[in-house]
């Protein structure tokens, strides 16, 4: 596991807006190593999504910041992850089979072979006979799986999630976090993943950014040595139990560092 395959340096970002300039990302610095499984959270409104369009290409910096791959700089530009988005956006006009080969489609699988490699996966998600179907007929948390497979059946090496389980029951949310896991480790992906959920954050990742109010700073970087695989008894573990205060107290005290 290299320690700097994925690095941001001094990534800032500012909105021109008409009321002027938001500050919302300042000076981000980090480095993930590959293979890692990192989890950010941070108050709502604070830059989390930024962020992420920013280390994915969809966002340039502003003030000089960059985004590095192995070494190379990446910054603006687009197919180093496989990004998804806070909102689902599907294509109410396409079926669900055909929306979660839209990544692969961009990427110039053929259409027979993109489908063939989606549709082996509807089974896991729970989408098993929803193939045809459309995304209006679908509920919530069926989208949200879409999407969710719509952005791993792309098999980059990055893998950024933004509150992927947000919608979900916390049933189906236990499972996909038990399956996500386990794909991970299978992989080898680089995970990164926005998540409101504390435990969730502790549960699945090797380390958590904890990221201040806007404009967001890197407040913490709270590594999670938990052996894996992490099952759900582990939830009231003492160490499981010391780190979620811990970030706790972080995100929760008055004056927020
Ligand atoms: N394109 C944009 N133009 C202007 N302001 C923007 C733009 N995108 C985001 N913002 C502002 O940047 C701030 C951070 O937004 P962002 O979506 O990154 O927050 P977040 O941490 O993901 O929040 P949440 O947890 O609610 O999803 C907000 O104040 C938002 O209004
Ligand atoms: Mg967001």
């Not at 110039?108 to 082996?120: I, L, S, W």
């Not at 990164?192 to 970087?221: C, F, G, K, N």
């Not at 099952?231 to 107290?249: G, I, K, N, S, Y």
Request: hydrophobic share 45%; proline share 7%; charged share 25%.
């Amino acid at each position: 596991m290299s320690d700097d395959y994925l690095r941001l340096r001094g990534v800032s970002k500012t909105f021109a807006t008409p009321a002027g300039p938001l500050p919302v990302l300042d000076r981000i610095d980090t480095a993930i190593g590959r293979g890692e499984f990192v989890a950010v959270i941070g108050p709502s409104g604070c830059g989390k999504s930024t962020l992420f369009n920013v280390l994915s290409g969809l966002e340039p910096p502003t003030g000089g910041g960059r985004v590095e791959l192995a070494g190379a700089d990446i910054t603006g530009t687009v197919g180093h992850c496989a990004y998804m988005p806070q909102r689902d956006l599907l294509m109410p006009w396409r079926s669900i089979l055909d929306n979660t080969v839209l990544g692969l489609d961009v990427q110039g699988v053929p259409r027979a072979a993109g489908r063939r490699r989606a549709a082996a996966l509807f089974e896991q998600f729970g989408l098993a006979g929803f193939e045809n179907a459309y995304p209006a007929e679908l509920s919530g948390g069926m989208r949200q799986r879409a999407a969710l497979l719509r952005t791993v059946v792309q098999d980059r090496e990055i893998v950024a999630l933004d509150e992927p389980f947000g919608a979900l029951d916390s049933l189906t949310r236990t499972d996909l976090q038990g399956w996500l896991q386990g794909v991970w480790r299978r992989h080898d992906w680089t995970v990164l993943m926005i998540t409101h959920d504390i435990r969730e954050a502790i549960y699945l990742a090797d380390r958590v950014l904890v990221l201040s109010p806007r404009p967001a700073r890197i407040i913490r970087d709270l590594a999670v040595p938990l052996p894996r695989p992490r099952e759900v008894r582990l939830l009231t573990a003492p160490e499981f139990v010391a780190l979620e205060a811990e970030l706790l107290d972080l995100l929760h005290s008055p004056a927020r560092r």
